[in-house]
């Protein structure tokens, strides 16, 4: 059980909120928001209408539930971006779980406890259920990570206040000091500027970068977890970012690191060394891995 509100984002694929909602049924949150983008062709727009009325129909506990159905697409960008905050307009900290991003029950406990200890710590934005680090890797419980990955994560209000969907101050910001508190290795200041500078220009459509950003001009952090606790259920030819069922993520061992081992607030140290770890092995990894996975895909 916990007393976590949570934000459930669906689109049209039952297959996949339903296994989000099995985890949700366990665990029951109180209030449960749920919201959708309308489809971006008529025959997808059919299968977001099926879905909603099938997610409604699966909750099966006691709980309030309030819905944001858009009747137009707004797409990944403006669609998910535009659920978090309405979201956080709400409540002053939640879950925000997609529709293929199964997490384990465990993962509530998780962020519950953290969400309570660090409400008022304003060097953290985000508490993340992955950790994208190279198997084998050996990582503390919980630790601070300039990186927020998104399969799964808990906020709050005071935080996400800080998002900016639309960039439009974005080459002022890039100019700004944290630029080289945040991003002090130079092939990483160029990726992330790479990548925001495509999102602004409308060449990616990705709702979490902004958000990434907004944590990094404020000098905030993300703490996650030393075990990934979130599993994403969508990979293959249906999904939108994640069609490659190859990618090393979609390949991530499932465990919660266990409660007795989760460092006090005092204690969380941030680790540049598992940053540029997750870097080389996710963001940029070097060119004969890139070799090989592509060879791998085509397989």
């Known amino acids: 059980m916990t007393n976590l509100p949570v934000l459930l984002i669906i689109y049209d694929r039952f297959d996949t909120t339903a296994q989000v909602l099995e985890v949700l049924k366990q665990v029951q949150p109180p209030r449960l928001y749920i919201a959708s983008d309308a489809g971006h062709t008529p025959d997808v727009h059919q299968k977001v209408l099926a879905c909603r009325n099938d997610t409604e129909q699966a909750i099966d506990w006691i709980c309030e539930i309030k819905t944001r159905y858009l009747t137009v697409n707004e797409g ?38 953290y969400l309570e200890v660090l409400k008022d710590d304003l060097r953290i934005f985000h508490l993340g259920g992955n950790n994208y680090l190279p198997q084998g890797t050996v990582a503390p419980a919980a630790y601070l990570s300039r990186y927020n990955h998104i399969w799964g994560f808990a906020s709050w209000a005071r935080a996400w206040k800080n998002y900016d969907v639309h960039l439009n ?25 790479k990548r925001l500078r495509q999102l602004k220009a409308g060449e990616v459509r990705s709702w979490d970068y902004p958000w990434t950003l907004a944590m990094w001009r404020n000098r905030a952090m993300a703490l996650l977890p030393g075990t990934n606790m979130v599993r994403n259920v969508g990979f293959g030819e249906q999904s939108l970012h994640s069609q490659d069922s190859s990618h090393p993520l979609n390949h991530l061992k499932i465990s919660a690191p266990p409660q007795a081992a989760w460092p006090k607030p005092e204690a969380l140290t941030y680790r540049a060394d598992l940053d540029h770890a997750v870097f080389r092995h996710i963001y940029r990894p070097p060119l004969w891995l890139r070799a090989i996975r592509k060879w791998r895909a085509r397989s």
């Open 169 to 193: 101050q974005l080459e002022q910001w890039l100019e700004e000091d944290w630029v080289s508190e945040m991003l002090p290795d130079r092939e990483e200041r160029a990726y992330w500027f």
């Open 76 to 113: 990944p960008r403006f669609g998910v971006g535009g659920a978090i905050t309405w979201f956080f307009e709400q409540e002053e900290r939640g879950v925000v779980l997609e529709h293929d991003c199964v997490p384990l029950p465990e993962f509530f406990t998780f962020c519950e406890h």
